[in-house]
């Protein structure tokens, strides 16, 4: 069975900073892309950042580009979302996914393409 957890949300001022982690178990890491996804009320899930299976390569939605860094550690089965000048408009439920692919980052940018999801998290940027 393949388990995302999910960790490292919380409230936060504006410009401030939050790094969230997800580990995931059940499944060989190193096959798997991986990404971040957001959703806040009223709005259709958003991909922000996704990593390719050795690290390579990433994705970055254009309303994080500069602002938010996606890495994994393979040895630790774990990926991360650092997030750095934050925003009001980044408050959301944040989700870790994860897709045993290969295609390009660019292709996978649609929740449809996850296969396994972990349990959301809150982000709050208070202004």
């Known amino acids: 069975q393949v388990q995302l957890v999910a960790s490292g949300g919380g409230l936060v001022q504006a410009g401030g900073s939050l790094r969230l982690s997800c580990v995931v178990s059940g499944h060989t890491f190193s096959i798997l892309t991986m990404a971040w996804f957001r959703q806040s009320p009223g709005k259709e899930r958003e991909c922000v950042g996704s990593?390719?299976?050795?690290?390579?390569?990433?994705y970055y939605a254009d309303s994080v580009k500069g602002r938010f860094t996606i890495s994994r550690d393979n040895a630790k089965d774990t990926v991360y979302l650092q997030m750095n000048s934050l925003k009001p408009e980044d408050t959301a439920i944040y989700f870790c996914?994860?897709?045993?692919?290969?295609?390009?980052?660019?292709?996978?940018?649609?929740?449809?393409?996850?296969?396994?999801w972990g349990q959301g998290i809150q982000v709050t940027v208070s202004s």
């Open positions: 990593i390719s299976r050795s690290g390579s390569s990433t």
């Open positions: 996914a994860a897709a045993p692919s290969a295609r390009s980052l660019t292709t996978l940018t649609g929740p449809s393409r996850y296969d396994y």
